[in-house]
């Protein structure tokens, strides 16, 4: 069985309130779990307080000699503390004491705070260092035999007579402590860590962290982390089963499937850029590209690429069918283009490509177009084949150097592709996500308790 120890502050009631005869908080603590190491923390007065008539001392060895246990204690000084009610005068020494304590500790111990003797200042900065989980002890608070605020009498204070007089040390006391559990301030702690998941589009996280929490203080938006989580995975029929479900908002700006996955798509992919997460967003601009290229020719053509192609079989991908191409006089000026761009002349079931379509788009589209799409193929054919070929760290710097064009750059070339192909006209569509994310950070701060 591990040993019990106890921290405390030495408190204006402790060790026996002059004005009712009874433990403070630190004796009383003492009295019921009967601690095998106690620290002490003894501000100037309580240091001036032990010197004079040893109170604090006596009452322990007193106590301890009542029971079978050896008194064990350390008197933690501090003569040069005297603005007590200062909080930042002695946060970082109760955090660097307290963990050197815990330094000590072996497993199978157990760290009690007193939370209930001292200023409210030192009471305040143990349950913000232990709730935020910046030290690793068990609250204790103790209530006053009255249960009533304590009154501070300090005059005439006569240790021994008070330790003779109080009614604690009767065999049927009654034990005032308690476990503190400070559930509304870790509860803001989760809430607070939550909101930087939301904001950093970390929903899976997110969704994991509220699913440990109570059911009851996360209802208000269990269900938009999980609809979060499915879009960025784009799992539209798990999205759409749970918003009917739950009548949630919809934050898909396109609503039709033709579009909506290519725009939902380029947000993932925008996201991964602003998350760091840059091999995996070179890694996805082939199909990317490849779909704006056909929208593109869709939009400046009135044809469809994916037309005149048939799907291959075991690959799942598109092949060019020179038979089907032949048979419209649009795509067969295209196939002529092929033919010169190619030496030995365009052959029947070449994959459809991103650079076939280039070189259509280069013929019919305007400048602003071309050079859009170019710089997005100059991305693709240099940076995601190194990305996808050569191991090594993938970053903004190692694309631009690539490709001479930064992630911003090739964002905006992405943008600008949807706004000539006439899916997306409103630049709102790109705030989508931040959007939804603003959504879920207000549900979350709501108090609807």
């Given amino acids: 069985m591990g040993k019990v120890i106890l921290f405390s502050a030495a408190g204006g009631t402790d060790p026996i309130s002059n004005s009712n005869c009874q433990d403070g908080a630190l004796l009383h603590i003492c009295r019921v779990y009967q601690p095998d190491k106690i620290y002490v923390y003894m501000s100037n007065y309580a240091l001036s307080c032990e010197k004079l008539d040893n109170r604090y001392t006596y009452c322990l060895e007193k106590l301890y000699a009542r029971t079978s246990k050896k008194l064990d204690y350390e008197l933690i000084e501090r003569p040069e503390l005297e603005e007590v009610q200062d909080f930042d005068a002695f946060y970082d020494d109760y955090k660097k004491v307290i963990k050197t304590i815990m330094n000590t500790m072996e497993e199978g111990d157990t760290l009690y705070l007193n939370a209930s003797s001292g200023t409210p200042a030192m009471k305040s900065t143990l349950v913000v260092l232990a709730t ?6 068990i609250l204790l608070q103790v209530t006053t035999p009255d249960k009533k605020i304590n009154k501070h009498v300090h005059d005439n204070y006569d240790v021994k007579m008070l330790w003779e007089l109080n009614p604690d040390n009767s065999e049927g006391f009654v034990n005032r402590c308690s476990i503190v559990n400070c559930q509304s301030i870790v509860r803001m702690k989760h809430e607070e860590m939550l909101k930087q998941l939301i904001n950093s589009y970390d929903y ?21 982390l999980e609809y979060a989580d499915y879009r960025m995975q784009l799992d539209y029929d798990s999205l759409n089963k749970l918003s009917i479900k739950y009548g949630l908002k919809s934050f898909i700006p396109i609503a039709t499937g033709k579009y909506r996955n290519a725009v939902e798509y380029a947000l993932s992919l925008i996201i991964k850029s602003e998350r760091g997460d840059y091999a995996d967003f070179v890694r996805g601009l082939t199909p990317l590209i490849l779909e704006l290229f056909i929208l593109i020719l869709e939009k400046h053509t009135r044809i469809n690429a994916r037309d005149f192609c048939y799907k291959d079989k075991y690959s799942g991908g598109y092949r060019w069918d020179v038979g089907k191409i032949k048979k419209n006089s649009k795509t067969t000026e295209w196939l002529n283009i092929w033919n010169e761009e190619y030496k030995e002349g365009f052959k029947e079931g070449n994959y459809l490509q991103a650079i076939h379509l280039l070189f259509v788009i280069k013929k019919y589209c305007s400048t602003d177009i071309v050079n859009h799409s170019e710089l997005l193929r100059n991305v693709e054919e240099n940076v995601r084949n190194s990305a996808a070929h050569e191991i090594g760290p993938v970053t903004a710097d190692t694309i631009k150097k690539i490709s001479g064009s930064s992630c911003d750059k090739i964002i905006k070339s992405i943008k600008a592709l949807f706004n000539y192909s006439g899916v997306v006209s409103d630049t709102r569509v790109w705030d989508s996500y931040r959007d939804m994310n603003s959504y879920i950070v207000s549900a979350i701060s709501q108090i609807n308790r």
């Fill in 204 to 224: 899976s996280a997110a969704l994991s962290m509220a699913g440990n929490m109570n059911s009851e203080e996360t209802k208000n938006y269990v269900h938009y």
């Fill in 132 to 137: 935020l989980g910046d030290v690793d002890g």
